[in-house]
C-alpha cells in the first residue's frame, strides 16, 4: 500500500526538488500540500507551489498555510532571497505572478486535521518548512497526535553546527516555539537535520545529468536550481544540500538512515535561539527538561550514496 503524505513546505529551490520526489515515487501517495511562510512570504511560497501544482501535473491540493511565527512578538528579517532568489525558485524565468489554480478553501492547519482524520493512523506528514502549520493543528485538535502515522520534518542541528547561527538551522528558527510543540507532542518525529543533510550533496554536473536523461520537469528543477548552486559554492564543491529530499527519501527507505532515540526541546530565547537538543535514551542526568516528554528519533547517520541515487532515480 502506497505511503500516503502531506508535504508541508515552503518552496524554495530544495523543496522543489522533493516535491518532484513524492510526486514521483510510486510508493508514495501526495495526498495534499500545506504551504508556510520561510524561504520566501506565504503569497510567494503558496504561489509556487500551486504553480508546481500545475506546471508537473500534481493532482494533491495546495492549502495555504501560515505567514507568520505562533509568537507575535518574534521578531521576522525579509525572506532569505540570498539563497532561494527574490520569486523563491531561484529567480527562474517563467514563474508567473499568480496562478488560475485556487488554493484549497481551508487553512493549512485545518487541511491537515481533516486530512489526518479522514485517515486514521496512515499519513505521514513531511514537513520541511517552520513547524507552524503543525503546531496550529495540535493546538486547534489535540486528538491528531494518535492519528498520524509519523512526522518526518526536515530541521534541527544536533551534533553539528547550525546553517543560521552557530546552533541553529533555519527551519527551526524561524518557529522555535513551534518547534518546540511538535517536539514534544506524543506523535512520532523523526527529525532529519544539518547531521545528516549536509553529508548529503548533489553536484551540479549529477543534477545535469539527471535533466538530460530526464523529461521537461527534471529539466526545469535543474534551470531553478543553478541560483542555489551558486549561493552554496562558499561551503559546496560546484552542489547543493538536498535538504528536504532527505526528508521525503526516508518515507520510503528509512533504512538508509541510522537514528538516535530521545526526547527533543527547542530553545526559544536567548543567543541559543532555535538550537536543538535532544536527550538521548539511557544517559542519565538530573530532574530536566526533557523529562516527561515522549522519545522521538534524530537521524545521525546517512547512506548519502544511496539516498541521492534513489533521489535521481525518481525525479529522472
Ligand atoms: C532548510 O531551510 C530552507 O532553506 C530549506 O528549504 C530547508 O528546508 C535548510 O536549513
Ligand atoms: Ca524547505
Redesign the pocket.
Known sequence: MAHKVIYD????V??AM?LLFLHQHPAIDLVGITTVF??ATIATTTRNALFLKEKWQIAAPVARGAGHAINPDRVEGPPPAFVHGDNGLGNVAGVPDSVATQPDPRPAFQFIIDTVRANPGEINIVA??RMTNLALALAAAPDIVGLVKQVVI?GGAFDVPGNVSPVAE??IIGDPEAADIVMTAAWKVVAIGLDVTHQTIMTRAELAETARTGGERVRFLNALSQFYIDFYQHIVDDGMFV??SCAAVYVVAPELFTNRSGPIRVVSEGIATGQTIQKPDGKFFPPGPWDGYPSQLVSVGIDAAAVLKLIHQTIA
Open positions: 513546505t515552503d518552496p524554495g530544495d523543496d522533493a520561510g524561504n520541511v518548512g526536515m533555519a527551519n535538504h528536504d
